[in-house]
């Protein structure tokens, strides 16, 4: 037997359990509610029917036996008609001997000898209609047993507009009543459902977004509810997954950067080592004050590039820092003649000035070495030709301090919020690790590094607070 694709996804479809919305959920309880109200104000109507039926009976039946059996006086047509305006019932009476005696204006034009005769009062019930001149009404018939009109029969007629009258005022508080907070806790519930299920659609709509990629935020709800802690609690999700993206973006782009500079940084450690044993070696050989100057020179340089290499060979690795106790000024005034040359090839003035003539502290010297050389040649590279990097450290009452000042434009404002995340750079020869170094290397020694824009210098500090 063969079975079709249509088949297979009818009854996959009917074996699958519907979807049961959140808005179904929100009023299916109010629905039973509503229905039970209903059911409850149906009830205590028919019961209020009831009730006004038998009051109406009993009201007729107390005015009817008062005049006729406990009187002495017999029914004739005008105490009948007097029984009319005490009970709004209509009498007609109908003597042993086949009078007829009524309360009507005019003589009824109905048979009556329809209706049940009872011989008790307790016994009687307006259950019988008729229409007498056109008009409906319920009747009842008795027994007379005492008094003048003993062995006759005593109709009531009670108008049945009277008594559809009476049961609408009876009946109509409950339903009103039920029908109306039913219908209005209907309504309220399906507003709130449509408000909830339209919140929690957006709250899907941006989880999803999360998930394509999109980390931007939600706005917050202004109400306090669970619906603004899941929001809240999505927005910290969105903004740590985002961290997390940038983060791995940045291991992965240092570990191809480690790949592919790795080998030309081994190439180029060794030419330079070589290089600085032949000018360490023609600097012993040299007899000229001059050329001694000027190796000298070239020897300075050759360090600082091999410290540029060393560093990029250990860009990312999470070696172990061998602190020792530095002198400060000395370091930041060896580090600045290196760089010296550098200045003076840019056409740019180096000044360089302590606070404090003796800052010691804790430090890995290669590493601190690292901070202070990006720090300067950063400043360099952005204050162009003529024009001035000031170099300042010192201490106060909680750190020491070293503050590097440069004269040019700045940071531009697109990425002046990144400066200290890696590859962040306007340099267009730049690749964007010297701040972002910087920034390791002083959170590594519990420093802190920010900047500034002040009167038309950027600022650079470092602080190593006292420990």
């Known amino acids: 037997m063969r079975v079709s694709d249509h088949d297979l996804g009818c009854f996959l479809g009917a074996a699958l359990p519907m979807r049961w919305t959140l808005r179904n959920q929100l009023l299916t309880p ?60 209509e009498y007609v009476l109908m003597t042993s001997q086949g009078a007829v005696r009524s309360s009507f204006e005019t003589q009824p034009d109905v048979d009556l000898l329809n209706v049940a005769i009872v011989e008790d009062w307790y016994a009687l019930r307006l259950t019988h209609a008729v229409k007498i001149q056109g008009q409906p009404y ?20 009670y108008p049945e507009q009277l008594w559809r009258d009476a049961r609408w005022r009876a009946i109509r ?29 957006e709250v899907e709509q941006r989880t999803r977004l999360i998930a394509s990629g999109d980390f931007s935020p939600m706005p917050v709800p202004t109400r306090d509810d669970e619906i603004r802690s899941l929001v809240s609690s999505i927005n910290e999700m969105a903004s740590r997954l985002a961290a997390f993206q940038k983060e791995a973006k940045q291991t992965e782009r240092l570990r191809l950067l480690g790949q592919l500079s790795g080998g030309l940084a081994h190439q180029l450690r060794n ?75 840019a056409g740019i003035e180096l000044v360089v000035r302590f606070t404090e003539a003796n800052c010691t502290l804790w430090a890995d010297r290669g590493q601190l070495e690292q901070l202070i050389v990006n720090l300067v040649t950063n400043a360099i590279e952005a204050a162009g030709p003529n024009q001035t ?79």
Not at 40 to 54: D, G
Not at 147 to 155: A, H, M, Q, R, V
Not at 175 to 191: D, H, P, S, Y
Not at 446 to 460: I, K, M, P, S
């Open 30 to 89: 109010v629905l039973l509610l509503l229905i039970g109200v209903t059911a409850i104000s149906v009830n205590t109507a028919y019961v209020a029917t009831l009730e006004t039926r038998r009051q109406i009976e009993e009201r007729l039946l107390d005015a009817a036996r008062f005049l006729v059996e406990d009187s002495r006086f017999p029914l004739t047509v005008d105490v009948l008609r007097q029984l009319r305006r005490l009970s709004a019932a």
């Open 271 to 345: 030419g330079l080592a070589g290089a600085k044993l032949a000018l360490q070696l023609h600097l012993r050989q040299a007899s000229s004050s001059n050329d001694v100057s000027a190796v000298e020179v070239a020897l300075r340089q050759l360090t600082l590039l091999e410290h540029q290499v060393k560093r990029l060979l250990d860009l990312g690795s999470s070696n172990v820092s061998k602190p020792e106790q530095i002198e400060l000024t000395g370091l930041v005034q060896e580090l600045c003649a290196l760089v010296r040359p550098q200045c003076v090839h």
């Open 389 to 467: 990097v000031e170099v300042l450290a010192g201490r106060d009452e909680k750190a020491l301090w070293v503050e590097v000042w440069d004269t040019g434009p700045g940071p531009s404002p697109e990425i002046s919020e990144r400066l200290f995340d890696f590859f962040v750079t306007s340099k267009p020869e730049g690749v964007g690790l010297g701040l972002a170094v910087a920034k390791q290397i002083a959170e590594r020694h519990g420093a802190e590094l920010a900047w500034q824009r002040q009167n038309d210098r950027t600022c650079f500090r470092v602080r190593f607070p006292f420990r």
């Open 173 to 201: 508080p409950s339903l009103a009543l039920g029908f109306t907070t039913g219908i209005t806790a209907l309504l309220l519930a399906v507003v709130q459902a449509r408000r909830l299920s339209r919140r929690i659609v």
């Open 138 to 157: 319920l009747s009842g018939a008795v027994r007379l047993s005492r008094g003048p009109n003993s062995g006759d029969i005593l109709y009531l007629c």
